[in-house]
């Protein structure tokens, strides 16, 4: 099982149950950003010695931040090519990329953008799906929105993400002791990984990768 604990927030699960269910008509793009400085993630730590600082430690926002990845796929389908910037841009003491765009190709034709970086004073997590017949509306701290009637309205309440590390911890424990399927086995994580590599050689070679 695959860490990816943003699978059990509600207003993502809630979201990818509208978009699957067709309560957006046909998807025809999606937008997601994480952005958070990177001092601030672990302030009882020096990130300089951390993880995050070296390439040869598997740093960098492209697999730390690889959670926007893993749920951009889950909500909008397989990944068909990615087309990416990924540099080091500020004056951290690393030798990872702290910032990432990337342009996403999806399988059934629609278009995506994720955002990455760990550079920005306050903690910004949202996602937004726009579709044929409507739109959709997510915010760390702001819940989940639906555009009607020429309007945003709440749909699901902000959730305290701590709850997600204890939803994943008993679907973990359930996978243990009853054999239940884990809802993010290898193989999904192998697939976000692939993204991920493809990424970095688009951002190496400067030009789309299929993936």
């Known amino acids: 099982m695959v860490g990816y604990n943003l699978r059990f927030h509600r207003g993502l699960r809630r979201m990818r149950d509208l978009v ?35 390439e040869n430690s598997g740093g960098g926002v492209l697999l730390d931040v690889s ?18 910037v990924a540099e080091h841009v ?13 342009s996403l190709r999806f399988a059934g034709g629609h278009l995506g ?22 739109a ?12 009607e009637n020429g ?18 911890m008993e679907h973990f424990l359930a996978c243990v002791q009853r054999r239940a399927a884990p809802s993010v086995d290898g193989i999904e994580g192998m697939q976000v990984l692939r993204i991920v590599l493809a990424a970095k050689e688009s951002a190496r070679l400067r030009r789309e990768v299929t993936i």
């Open 90 to 102: 500020s004056p951290l003491e690393i030798d990872t990329e702290d910032v990432a765009f990337l």
């Open 113 to 134: 953008q994720v955002s990455l970086d760990c550079l920005q004073p306050g903690y910004s997590r949202w996602c937004k799906v726009t579709g044929s017949e409507g």
């Open 67 to 84: 959670h926007e990845i893993d749920y951009v796929r889950w909500i909008a389908g397989e990944v068909h090519s990615v087309y990416a």
């Open 151 to 168: 309007a945003w309205r709440e749909i699901e309440p902000a959730q305290d993400i701590g709850e997600t590390y204890l939803r994943e």
């Open 20 to 54: 699957l269910s067709g309560a957006v008509g046909k998807v025809l793009t999606l937008q997601a950003e994480f952005g958070y400085h990177l001092a601030s993630w672990r302030p009882k730590m020096d990130y300089r010695k951390g993880y995050f600082a070296s």
């Open 136 to 147: 959709l509306a997510w915010e760390h701290g702001q819940g989940l929105r639906s555009w």
